[in-house]
């Protein structure tokens, strides 16, 4: 099965609220996921990635939490600002460079 | 570093007529690129996957003949919506697989809105 589900759908955060997405995925081949960054009109945007040899990767604001056994991974924005609005795609891969395979999106909106 | 370029980044045509689009890879070599075809609010979907110096692999249900695809260097993809018609419109995403990645990461152009009238 080489689909990736992605959730909520749609997210509206308060500004320095925490952002919480997450995906799941069902083939045990893939070894490396990635989230994108998309604005209305532009191209994705490589935010950051993660390997299932680690439980937690972080980037500044941004980290990926790794639940292999449940093959689940999700993303943490922390301290959300209205800049981070825009929709994020997790995404999910095999052998390190073969085609993505996405999730649906989610669509944040950061308030005020 | 990784950046990639695409060429045009909206275009109208009349329909009949072919549109080709420009993908490079500014800064690095990419042996592999993706083309993705895009529909308002939905995720991306993957068209093609071409390797420099041979045939692009199709995914199912894409006509080859009317998406040409040519990975003619490391560093550029060209995409040629042939015969174009108003089903065509839509916002085409091209991505480049970094080689010197440890991963392969992709990193994606700006994406060209192209409208077939």
């Known amino acids: 099965q080489q689909q990736v589900k992605q959730s909520p759908q749609s997210l509206i955060v308060q500004k320095g609220g925490i952002s919480i997405i997450n995906c799941a995925y069902e083939?045990?081949?893939?070894?490396?996921f990635p989230w994108y960054q998309q604005f209305p009109g532009k191209g994705p945007a490589l935010l950051i990635a993660?390997?299932?040899?680690?439980s937690e990767k972080k980037e500044g604001r941004f980290t990926i939490s790794f639940n292999k056994s449940a093959k689940q991974f999700s993303l943490h924005i922390m301290d959300s600002q209205p800049g981070d609005s825009a929709t994020y795609f997790c995404?999910?891969?095999?052998?390190?460079?073969?085609?993505?395979?996405f999730g649906t999106g989610t669509q944040l909106k950061v308030e005020l | 570093g990784a950046v990639v370029s695409q060429h045009p980044s909206r275009v109208i045509c009349k329909s009949g007529t072919s549109v080709k689009i420009e993908c490079r890879s500014l800064?690095?070599?990419?042996?592999?690129m993706f083309w993705y075809r895009q529909f308002p609010k939905k995720s991306l979907m993957l068209m093609a996957t071409s390797n420099e110096g041979s045939k692009a692999t199709y995914e199912q249900g894409v006509e080859k003949d009317k998406f040409l695809i040519n990975h003619a260097s490391l560093t550029l993809s060209t995409l040629t919506v042939t015969s174009a018609h108003p089903e065509d419109s839509s916002f085409y995403i091209c991505?480049?697989?970094?080689?010197?990645?440890?991963?392969?990461?992709?990193?994606f152009g700006p994406g060209t809105r192209l409208t077939v009238t």
């Open positions: 995404a999910a891969t095999t052998g390190g460079g073969n085609k993505l395979t």
């Open positions: 991505s480049a697989r970094a080689v010197e990645r440890a991963f392969g990461e992709q990193y």
């Open positions: 993660i390997r299932p040899d680690v």
């Open positions: 800064d690095f070599q990419a042996t592999t």
């Open positions: 083939n045990t081949a893939f070894d490396y």
